[in-house]
Each structure stands twice: as structure tokens, then as C-alpha cells.
């Protein structure tokens, strides 16, 4: 079973630029995750989706970050314009939807340098 | 609030030592609760998890945690570590119902020296 996919690994940008990452779920997962990981720190939630609706976007910075799954199953993340705080690993995950067993599973992470 | 608290933020073991890493969490409710593991430069992985049943889990390269609800805590052994155990380990929770997004600790930094 092919896992999570994300792209670009890496990305070197300046600050004020824009980036945009994206991600390809498990097949057949519902759920879809957007973490950002900064070192040092346990991944946090940043927007949650569920096919193509948004579940939980509470601790997205929405005055530059926004996110999108149009069709219900790959999705791209956008950082516009970008702060040198923003330097960090963004995760994609995905899992199924499932009465029980809720377990998430991970991207490789596209790692971000904002200089 | 729902959180998820790593006591330890940096180990440092010799090989066969034995390990713990401290979990508590505050969540209101049933919880399913994980514990992850990240090789330097690799993703996140799933090293065991609790849904529901016998406290004690048994994970992948003889891991294990136990969890005690009264205590809400999660903790993470291994009698004997090895070099190759050398890594960040992450302990989350989250809620039953499908699609409940994992709420993370900071991590524990373990590094194994042999």
C-alpha cells in the first residue's frame, strides 16, 4: 500500500515569498491532516479535512496560510507571504474513516527554510 | 484544554539499558492514545497505540506502554535499548470518533550511545 505523499521535500524561500506544498493521502483515506512541526516542538494540528470540507481550521494563520482539497483527495497547503517564524516541517496525514482503530498516518514532511 | 505533556525532553541511555518515557494527558473523555517515533531524517512513524482493552500494548521493536487511566498516563518501555533506538519520540492522544485529529506532547529525545 503506497503511503502519504508530499511534495517538495524541501524549500529554501525568502521571507514575503510564497510557497505552496502538496499532498497526496492514502487511497480511499477521508481524512486528511495538515500539521506543521517546528524543531524542537510536537507537531501541531494546523487544518483538518474531511473529503472536501473543511473540519477544523482553528489554529490555521489565515492571514497567510490557506489550504484546499477541491476534489476530496489530494491537497495543497499555501504560505503567502511567508515570516521566518514559518521555518518548519509541514506534515501531511491521512486516515480512514472507521468506527474505531483512528489511526493517523504520516507524509515524509516537506521541510521549509524561510530566510 | 486537551493536551499532552512529555516529562522528559532529552535521554541519554548506554546500549541495554532500560527505558522509560514519561506520558500524561488531559482530554476529556475516552481517548486512544499513541506513541510515534521519528528517525533522524525519516517520518513520523507509529511505534504502538491503545484503543481500548489490555492497559498493557505491545509495539513494534519491543516497545511497550502501559496505559493507567487514573493517573492518565501513557508511558513508554523497553527493557533492553540498542544504538539503532536513537530518535524522537512523540506521545499523542486522540478522541474515538473517526477523523479526531492527534494532539502531540513536545517529544523526548532519546540518544543511545554503544
Known amino acids: 500500500e503506497a503511503g502519504v505523499a508530499q511534495s517538495p521535500r524541501y524549500k529554501i524561500i525568502e521571507k514575503r515569498q510564497s510557497v505552496a506544498f502538496w499532498c497526496n493521502p492514502i487511497?480511499?483515506?477521508?481524512?486528511l491532516y495538515w500539521y506543521q512541526q517546528i524543531l524542537g516542538q510536537g507537531p501541531k494540528l494546523l487544518i483538518q479535512?474531511?473529503?472536501?470540507?473543511?473540519?477544523?481550521d482553528s489554529q490555521l494563520p489565515k492571514d497567510r496560510f490557506s489550504a484546499e482539497r477541491l476534489k476530496g483527495v489530494d491537497s495543497t497547503l499555501k504560505i503567502q507571504p511567508a515570516k521566518l517564524e514559518d521555518s518548519a516541517v509541514y506534515l501531511c496525514?491521512?486516515?480512514?474513516?472507521?468506527?474505531?482503530?483512528?489511526?493517523?498516518?504520516f507524509g515524509e514532511g516537506s521541510w521549509l527554510t524561510v530566510v | 484544554a486537551q493536551s499532552v505533556s512529555q516529562h522528559n525532553h532529552h535521554v541519554i541511555l548506554s546500549e541495554a539499558a532500560s527505558l522509560e518515557l514519561g506520558c500524561n494527558y488531559s482530554y476529556g473523555g475516552t481517548v486512544n492514545l499513541f506513541w510515534y517515533v521519528q528517525y533522524p531524517g525519516q517520518h513520523l512513524q507509529l511505534l504502538l497505540k491503545?484503543?481500548?482493552?489490555?492497559?498493557l500494548v505491545k509495539g513494534i521493536k519491543g516497545f511497550e506502554a502501559e496505559f493507567i487511566k487514573s493517573k492518565f498516563s501513557f508511558n513508554l518501555r523497553k527493557p533492553s535499548v540498542q544504538w539503532s533506538d536513537t530518535a524522537e519520540y512523540f506521545c499523542?492522544?486522540?478522541?474515538?470518533?473517526?477523523?479526531?485529529?492527534?494532539?502531540f506532547g513536545k517529544g523526548t529525545t532519546l540518544s543511545v550511545s554503544s
Open positions: 491503545y484503543f481500548s482493552g489490555d492497559p
Open positions: 479535512f474531511q473529503n472536501n470540507g473543511v473540519v477544523d
Open positions: 487511497s480511499g483515506h477521508a481524512t
Open positions: 496525514a491521512s486516515s480512514p474513516r472507521t468506527a474505531s482503530g483512528n489511526t493517523i498516518y
Open positions: 499523542a492522544v486522540n478522541g474515538p470518533q473517526a477523523g479526531t485529529a492527534l494532539i
